[in-house]
């Protein structure tokens, strides 16, 4: 049991030091305002695909419409837009950044 | 009765295959897509693979128990289903990504290569893991079956890497490094009593 104790107590300590930091997953984020001053989600992906993109998925990341799909040049990448805007801000593969705009 | 079927080795492998009948059944109805099962997959596979690595501490610090008996007799099954869930992480990779130049494109990042290297180490583990191969390697299978412990670097550095985030992997990772750390440290300290 005098084993137990300091394992336990170990373990837990551990356990809460870690599991406070666990959020912000976003590569980037976008200072974006109010969502109601936003364009739609459908607006950038239509937007994309009539560039040539070829889209898995998207989502709201950091304040940013974040996007899974392939580029016209034909590279599979996460990328990230400015949701009033829908500036491209940052592109990346897995390891690699592709593209990041200045200031971001 | 009950106890009967609950010690069964096919109600254990049931109970192994739980998790990816729950998983898989959202992506069967298309609710989700290949890419959104990378996170689940892999995280069992690390969860079985850690649960198999934790019972040789576990049993060298508290010694024996029926529970830990009962799951040592099913260590191999743990190690099996932690390859078959990291053999459906890898489907979904490749599902996701779709083709070989963008995978090749990807394969130096940190947080892949190492997931590929994890992948290959596995399967040595894996294929050993039977009656049949014990018998055939003697001595040579614990010596092999040790190669879990740097597939379990390499699992933890994937997974750090993919996430760009700490808090998960170490959630899963630290309880085994401690009690790594007190099989040794505690082992040491006996040694030096009996001295």
Redesign the interface.
């Known amino acids: 049991m005098r084993?137990w104790t300091p394992?336990s107590l170990?373990?837990v300590a551990?356990?809460a030091f870690?599991?406070v930091?666990?959020s912000a997953?976003g590569?980037i984020t976008c200072k974006s305002g109010p969502v109601s001053g936003w364009k739609s989600q459908k607006a950038l992906t239509d937007k994309l695909t009539k560039d040539g993109w070829t889209l898995?998925?998207s989502k709201v990341d950091g304040g940013c419409y974040e996007v899974?799909g392939?580029t016209p040049e034909?590279?599979?990448v996460e990328a990230y837009f400015h949701p009033v805007t829908l500036e491209k801000l940052y592109v990346s593969?897995?390891?690699?950044v592709l593209f990041r705009k200045t200031g971001y | 009765m009950l106890r009967n079927i609950l010690n069964k080795k096919p109600t254990f492998w049931a109970l192994l295959c739980l998790p990816a009948a729950v998983m898989m059944r959202p992506y069967f109805f298309g609710d989700v897509i290949a890419m959104d099962m990378l996170h689940p997959t892999g995280e069992w596979s690390a969860r079985f693979m850690i649960a198999a690595m934790l019972l040789s501490p576990l049993l060298a610090l508290i010694g024996p128990r029926p529970w830990l008996s009962w799951l040592i007799q099913r260590r191999r099954a743990l190690g099996v289903a932690a390859f078959g869930y990291a053999s459906l992480h890898l489907i979904f990779y490749i599902i996701d990504m779709g083709n070989l130049d963008d995978m090749i494109a990807e394969f130096l990042a940190l947080g892949i290569w190492t997931g590929w290297a994890a992948m290959l180490l596995f399967v040595p583990l894996a294929v050993t893991s039977n009656d049949a191969s014990m018998r055939a390697l003697r001595a040579g299978w614990k010596r092999l079956q040790r190669l879990v412990y740097p597939t379990a670097v390499l699992v933890l550095v994937h997974w750090i890497f993919i996430h760009n985030n700490l808090g998960p992997a170490l959630l899963h990772f630290i309880p085994l490094v401690l009690l790594i750390a007190a099989r040794y440290f505690f082992a040491n300290r006996t040694i030096f009593k009996g001295a």
Request: net charge positive; glycine share 8%.
């Open positions: 084993l394992l170990a373990a551990t356990i870690v599991s930091p666990a997953t590569a898995r998925k899974y392939t034909g590279d599979r593969r897995r390891g690699e």
